[in-house]
């Protein structure tokens, strides 16, 4: 089970730090990712992390303001958010893939796994 935490509510320009951990029973990880869905919208991609080459993917709305990083040992991963704009208003969920093979890491299929979202508001 992930359990998704940090989330609040924050003016125009603040931060915020998402953090994700599995605490149910254990399952191989391959990438882990951050979406989110505000309401009327899609859910949509907004980071990811592959543990097995550390490499690191980005919505163009996050890129430059978010960071994702975590540890896949214990299989965590945290979202810290600069610079937030009410834009950026969701709930967000983390998620996870238990494999890279012919998945695409953009789009929610991708994933295995979801944990319940927290709720991100960005005052103006």
């Known amino acids: 089970q992930l359990q998704a935490s940090g989330g609040g509510l924050v003016q125009a320009g603040g931060s915020l730090r998402l953090s994700c951990a599995n605490s149910g029973r254990a399952f191989r990880t391959y990438r882990m990712g951050w979406f989110r869905q505000a309401p009327g919208k899609e859910r949509e991609f907004v980071a990811a992390v592959t543990w097995q080459d550390g490499n690191t993917h980005y919505a163009d709305s996050a890129q430059g303001r978010f960071n994702i990083f975590g540890d896949s040992a214990r299989n965590t991963v945290n979202l810290q958010m600069n610079d937030l704009k009410p834009g950026d208003t969701a709930v967000y969920y983390c998620?996870?893939?238990?494999?890279?093979?012919?998945?695409?890491?953009?789009?929610?299929?991708?994933?295995?796994?979801w944990g319940r979202g927290t709720q991100v508001t960005v005052s103006s």
């Open positions: 998620a996870v893939a238990t494999s890279g093979l012919r998945r695409n890491l953009y789009s929610g299929t991708g994933y295995d796994y």
